[in-house]
């Protein structure tokens, strides 16, 4: 499996970006996916969870009500939509994905959960 992450970049405290996920094949646009994040000198961390449907998804506390994780299956891309950004979402995100339904499970949030990581892209916000 190979998953893509992109649209990262620089913004200003306040504003919006809008990441995805692309996996490598059509296979993978049946398996959970998350998001993950890493600022320098700390640990990988939950960031937003979507089952293979969509019908589930979860978030962590830090995320929730300004995040937002969607799926088109078509595309086999998952999306990561981030508004009123602030300085600490600074991180490297990665996009995560396994074969087991980890969405319907309280293991959702754990990273040896995720058998298959993309590479991650940068994300910025100037305060």
């Known amino acids: 499996v190979q998953l893509q992450a992109s649209g990262g970049g620089l913004v200003q405290a306040g504003g919006s970006l809008r990441l995805s996920c692309a996996a490598s094949?059509?296979?993978?646009?049946?398996?959970?996916r998350a998001w993950f994040r890493q600022a320098p000198g700390k640990e990988r961390e939950f960031v937003a969870a979507?089952?293979?449907?969509?019908?589930?998804?979860h978030y962590a506390d830090s995320v929730k009500g300004r995040f937002t994780i969607s799926r088109e299956n078509a595309k086999n891309t998952v999306f990561l939509q981030m508004n009123s950004l602030k300085p600490e979402d600074t991180a490297v995100y990665y996009c995560?994905?396994?074969?087991?339904?980890?969405?319907?499970?309280?293991?959702?949030?754990?990273?040896?959960?995720?058998?298959?990581w993309g590479r991650g892209t940068q994300v910025t916000v100037s305060s």
């Open positions: 995560a994905t396994d074969p087991d339904p980890v969405a319907s499970t309280g293991s959702y949030a754990l990273v040896p959960v995720y058998n298959y």
């Open positions: 094949e059509q296979t993978f646009s049946t398996w959970d």
């Open positions: 979507i089952s293979w449907s969509g019908s589930i998804t």
